[in-house]
């Protein structure tokens, strides 16, 4: 069999099992699996393909008609034109999260001490330091996991920062310029109607955002009023027809000149504000 044929057997099955583009999805599995240049898989299409080679691909083709998400197949995904390690311990980075960090990089300076809630994979921390050099980062995640994959992407690009196993401000120290999270968003009861990729596949605990999707915002919107300088920016990510609810926890948290930013189908996917300095920061430990 040769390698043109390899993927087109790999579409055929990937279409079989109601794969959306599973001529796209094949190609990328099979450059993926052997960390293969579309210009190489060009020059070997009518090359023949050992049995082992075959064995693998059709292995990984077995895994993603199982719904299994390509980017834990492949263990990586893509973030802001970088390409990061991922696996089942973390959500999967998505576009969405890009408007998050862009409202990030408009108001980062070198200098800045900046808090990430949920890290994650890493993908967004690893991105704000890369993009702005000279700040000084700060991650949490409860899972430990999760802070186990942060650490080999910031590792993967010679990057340090402060990671903290923290449910979200509990024990967190000090004062920051800007915090920013992308919590988990969606409604309990609308999780099993998502794609199996995603309501199978991906950490629950990044998706629950309770009955109404809103659960984590009212306490990151308060610990953040006790860890921000005067000044500071809080930037939120929000699931669709959010806006008004946390906006409203922000001022009521007493967060000024509060922003929304829509993304590029223009839905608001961030909301955020500054910090009026109506409460003290905490300068040492406190859980919220």
């Keep these: 069999m040769t390698w043109q044929a390899l993927c087109r057997s790999g579409a055929e099955a990937l279409a079989a099992a109601g794969i959306d583009d ?9 450059l993926g699996v052997f960390d293969m240049e579309l210009s190489v898989y060009a020059e070997r299409s009518t090359a023949e393909v050992s049995l082992a080679d075959a064995a693998r691909y059709d292995a990984a083709v077995r895994e993603r008609a199982g719904r299994r998400p390509l980017q834990y197949i492949l263990r990586k995904a893509d973030f802001y034109g970088r390409t990061f390690y991922v696996d089942e311990r973390v959500l999967i980075p998505r576009f969405d999260t890009e408007v998050l960090i862009e409202a990030v990089l408009e108001r980062a300076r070198p200098g800045m001490r900046i808090l990430e809630i949920g890290t994650g994979s890493g993908a967004p921390l690893c991105t704000v330091l890369l993009e702005r050099p000279g700040i000084r980062a700060f991650g949490t995640d409860a899972d430990p996991g999760a802070l186990a994959v942060t650490q080999r ?10 990671l903290l196993e923290r449910d979200l401000f509990d024990g967190v120290p000090g004062v920051y310029d800007i915090i920013y999270s992308n919590p988990p968003y969606i409604p309990d009861g609308e999780i099993e109607n998502l794609m199996p990729e995603v309501a199978d596949c991906e950490p629950r605990r990044a998706l629950s955002g309770g009955s ?23 930037l939120l990510e929000i699931g669709k027809g959010q806006e008004d609810a946390v906006s409203a926890y922000l001022a009521e948290e007493g967060f000024r000149e509060l922003i929304r930013v829509r993304d590029l ?24």
Excluded: C, M
Aim: hydrophobic share 45%; aromatic share 6%; net charge negative.
């Design 265 to 288: 189908a223009d839905i608001v996917r961030v909301v955020g504000g500054r910090y009026a300095g109506t409460q003290p920061p905490v300068h040492g430990e406190e859980n919220v």
């Design 22 to 30: 599973a001529v796209t999805e094949a190609r990328l599995l099979l």
């Design 153 to 162: 992407n910031l590792s993967s690009f010679g990057l340090s920062a402060e």
């Design 212 to 234: 109404d999707g809103l659960a984590l915002y009212p306490r990151i919107a308060k610990g953040a009023a006790r860890h921000l300088a005067e000044g500071g920016w809080l």
